[in-house]
């Protein structure tokens, strides 16, 4: 069993949903491995955490669909493909050129934007927020798509997609639980199109290296399952400070290892 295969699934599933950013830390992960990071390995770990997703949320899934098709009432599906589609939208645009730039995905990237946003994640809850929702169902068009044109920043790796979601939804009126779980629901059309776009591009990739990418999705589906109960859980009863201290720390620790040559 491939040692670097199974912590890139675990760094995958839990970083995925607790917003300290996914993709910051397998680029941290790889550098220190001291390999050239395999952004198409990576991506077919997305397989392993929307299925996390999916089978977490299937009561919640299941109920949506009842809600379109049986009491056709599409307030809550509307306002997650409006949060999922600025994202959805300037990821299949300009996703190859991000993931390409050296510059986008280097260690003093991933730096900075950790700092940003844990910054951001501190003085959350004293920022002026809009009235009160209780969940993501009762966001108007207008809250729902602002918090999407927010999550367009988590393209650049070290921001995170959970992050800066639950930070939208947030300052849109959500409490810290319930913006976690919309943006967990917002995660599962945007994850879906990743696998339906690896199935259809890159499957001949994932059959000549099955092995480790079954190994690799098996322990970010785990990882996924323990994330997404422990920040419901956490958020039920905190706020996002905590990451926010660890995100800054984190960058303060990867600015020290660029300053001494271990990244660079």
């Not at 089978?55 to 009842?66: C, D, G, K, T, V």
């Not at 056709?72 to 409006?82: E, P, S, T, V």
């Not at 003093?108 to 700092?115: C, H, I, P, W, Y």
């Not at 958020?235 to 001494?260: E, P, Q």
């Amino acid at each position: 069993m491939n040692i670097e295969t199974v912590t890139l699934g675990i760094v995958q599933g839990l970083t995925e949903f607790i917003p300290v950013s996914s993709s910051g830390h397998l680029v941290l992960v790889t550098e220190l491995f001291g390999a050239q990071a395999n952004h198409l390995f990576i991506q077919t770990l997305d397989i392993g955490t929307f299925l996390a997703l999916v089978i977490f949320f299937r009561a919640r899934i299941l109920h949506i669909l009842r809600e379109i098709f049986i009491e056709r009432n599409f307030r809550f599906a509307r306002n997650i493909i409006l949060t999922a589609l600025p994202v959805g939208a300037i990821g299949f645009l300009l996703g190859d050129i991000i993931e390409s730039s050296t510059v986008l995905v280097a260690p003093l990237t991933v730096a900075t934007m950790l700092a940003i946003i844990g910054i951001v994640m501190i003085f959350l809850e004293k920022l002026p927020k809009l009235s009160r929702r209780a969940d993501g169902e009762k966001l108007s068009w207008q809250r729902a798509l602002a918090i999407g044109g927010l999550q367009v920043i988590s393209l650049i790796p070290g921001s995170s997609r959970s992050g800066t979601t639950i930070i939208g939804g947030r300052l849109a009126g959500l409490n810290a639980r319930a913006a976690a779980e919309y943006s967990f629901l917002v995660s599962i059309p945007i994850m879906a199109g990743l696998v339906l776009k690896l199935l259809v591009k890159d499957s001949s990739f994932m059959v000549l290296d099955w092995q480790n990418v079954l190994v690799g999705n098996i322990f970010a589906f785990l990882s996924g399952i323990i994330a997404i109960n422990f920040l419901l859980d956490f958020l039920s009863k905190h706020d996002l400070k905590a990451f926010g201290i660890y995100r800054v720390v984190l960058s303060v620790a990867i600015i020290v290892l660029i300053s001494v040559g271990v990244l660079q």
